[in-house]
């Protein structure tokens, strides 16, 4: 089988396409209601975990950047998931010229700095392989755990807007110059 999308080893993390085997882990976090609570705002079903592992899959096959699994280089337990993808999300179009960084971490890896390490490491692979002039990322306003990872690696408030009847903010990060 072909698994789509790079290996990137951090510290303490590996990143890494998603299998088939990670599906009750993913399953487990997106059921979670403490994890879902700032994203979406309700927990999820195993078949719409399903279908997001699946669409994750796509992403790399299509996009050529997608979703990793997280996992603890030492443990080699789940700790959850990042990447980029385009969502086609319905508000500006400016927006989704770009693509969009997303992080959900189970609620038992929570405030171990995980968050921060594999995004910059998602981050430094970006730079390397997007030609993206920005990264954008979509945070609910009362997420400050995720504002604060987003301001550590780079992002800052570009604006708000109203996505499925609820207020988010929009954050940016621009590419980084090329060192002279």
């Given amino acids: 089988m072909v698994t789509p999308g ?3 080893a951090t510290a303490r993390l590996i990143l890494r396409p998603h299998r088939v085997e990670d599906f009750d882990d993913c ?4 059921a979670d209601p403490g994890v879902t609570r700032h994203i979406g705002g309700q927990p999820s079903t195993r078949e719409q975990t399903w279908s997001r592992l699946l669409r994750y ?3 790399w096959t299509l996009l050529g950047y997608g979703y990793w699994a997280i996992e603890d280089k030492t ?3 789940f700790v959850g998931e990042l990447g980029f993808a385009n969502f086609k999300r319905d508000i500006d179009a400016a927006y989704r010229a770009y693509p969009e960084m997303g992080w959900a ?3 038992a890896m929570h405030g171990r700095g995980y968050a921060t390490e594999a995004v910059r490491a ?3 692979w970006s730079d390397a392989n997007l030609a993206a002039s920005h990264i954008m990322c979509l945070i609910g306003p009362e997420n400050q755990a995720s504002v604060r990872v987003a301001t550590k690696t780079g992002f800052s ?8 009847n609820a207020p988010a903010l929009v954050f940016r990060r621009p590419r980084p110059a090329a060192p002279a």
Avoid: F, Q, S
């Fill in 105 to 107: 971490l189970a609620g």
């Fill in 57 to 59: 899959a796509g992403m």
């Fill in 157 to 164: 408030e570009y604006g708000g807007v109203t996505y499925r």
């Fill in 6 to 8: 790079p290996v990137i």
């Fill in 27 to 30: 399953a487990a976090m997106w």
């Fill in 122 to 124: 998602a981050l430094d």
């Fill in 75 to 77: 443990t080699h337990m």
